[in-house]
């Protein structure tokens, strides 16, 4: 069952770089919900990358990360407020948010934020790993 508040963040705008409901990419998305829902204080990344078609750029960006403050979730081990990363073109340069095992919330270029299965032929060979973040909570 998907959580009420996922409801909350469909349809929002996407904007390169966004950061608030008034547009989001899909790492701003996944800020602003690890923000407001769960009280997670995530970097911004904002100024990290020139677009989010920057593929090489944001796979070098994500490499990073994700040996920082973020520990790797077995699959099915999953939760709501989990990253789930995923290769677009060979380069592992898009997330998405678990909202419950198997759903994600996710911004795309040219696309509104939507709720997705990851778990389809979209999207299953796609999956570099699931991400929990274990950093600083908001204040």
């Known amino acids: ?9 469909i349809g929002l705008p996407f904007s390169d770089h966004g950061r608030t409901r008034d547009g989001v990419d899909c790492w701003g998305l996944v800020r602003l919900v690890l923000a407001e829902q769960f009280g997670f204080d995530v970097p911004s990344h904002d100024g990290s990358y020139r677009q989010t078609t920057d593929r090489d750029d944001l796979d070098r960006l994500i490499s990073t990360e994700r040996s920082s403050a ?3 979730v077995p ?3 999953e939760q709501a407020g989990d ?3 995923l290769r677009c073109l060979g380069a592992a340069c898009h997330v998405g948010l678990v909202v419950t095992p198997g759903i994600m919330i ?4 040219g696309l509104d934020t ?7 032929t979209r999207w299953q060979a796609r999956v570099v790993g699931l991400y929990r973040w274990v ?4 204040a």
């Open 83 to 85: 990253v789930v990363l």
């Open 1 to 9: 069952m998907i959580p009420a508040w996922a409801a909350e963040y």
């Open 114 to 120: 939507v709720i997705d299965r990851y778990d389809t």
């Open 135 to 138: 950093g600083d909570r908001t």
């Open 70 to 72: 973020w520990s790797a």
């Open 106 to 109: 996710h911004a795309e270029v």
């Open 75 to 77: 699959a099915g081990s």
